[in-house]
């Protein structure tokens, strides 16, 4: 018999993990809500970001989507060439798309930004970074989204090889 999942979860008593890559401006704290209650095809996150900070670059998903609530505190929306303000009871849309659905929220108030990061969890899925020119194509499989990927890879498009590249016959 399987273990039954909770279907309710209260935010403040979910388990959190620091997200620091220790480069730039980048860091939060994240709670995995969508797994911890029991999600299959519908991914959520709840975020909280210190002011000055940004939990993630400027993205955009080829198969996924996202939207997200903002719960408190305020900051800036990035969504492709426009800037957008946000804060409690705002919510923004990041649709799958190239890169003018690209997207980043920013703490740019002087308060903790919490909010709710839901998505789709089409796997695998292609993401590229506009600001950094790289994408990631990742094919994570069953599980948390946040453990090692079955594949996964980083690089730039002027890297690429051609289709038949050390292809011997």
């Known amino acids: 018999m ?17 997200n620091d890559p220790g ?19 519908l991914g959520c996150m709840y975020m909280q970001v210190a002011p000055g900070k940004k939990a993630f670059p ?5 198969g996924n989507e996202e939207f997200f609530v903002i719960l408190e505190g305020s900051g800036a929306y990035r969504f492709g060439d426009q800037q957008y303000a946000i804060g ?22 002087d308060v903790t ?22 994408f990631a194509a990742m094919a994570i499989g069953p599980g948390n989204r946040f453990q090692t990927a079955n594949l996964k890879f980083i690089g730039r498009t002027k890297d690429s090889l051609s289709y038949f590249d050390g292809e011997d016959g």
Do not use: W
């Open 88 to 109: 409690a009871g705002s919510v923004c849309a990041a649709p799958k798309g190239g890169r003018e659905t690209a997207h980043q929220i920013l703490n740019t108030g």
């Open 2 to 18: 399987t273990e039954q999942i909770p279907p309710v979860l209260r935010l403040d008593e979910a388990q959190t993990f620091p």
């Open 113 to 134: 930004l919490k909010y709710l990061s839901i998505s789709t969890k089409y796997d695998p899925d292609v993401v590229e970074y506009p600001d950094s020119d790289k």
């Open 58 to 62: 400027f993205h955009n998903h080829h």
């Open 23 to 41: 480069v730039g401006d980048f860091g939060s704290v994240m709670a995995l809500v969508g797994d911890a209650i029991g999600m299959k095809d």
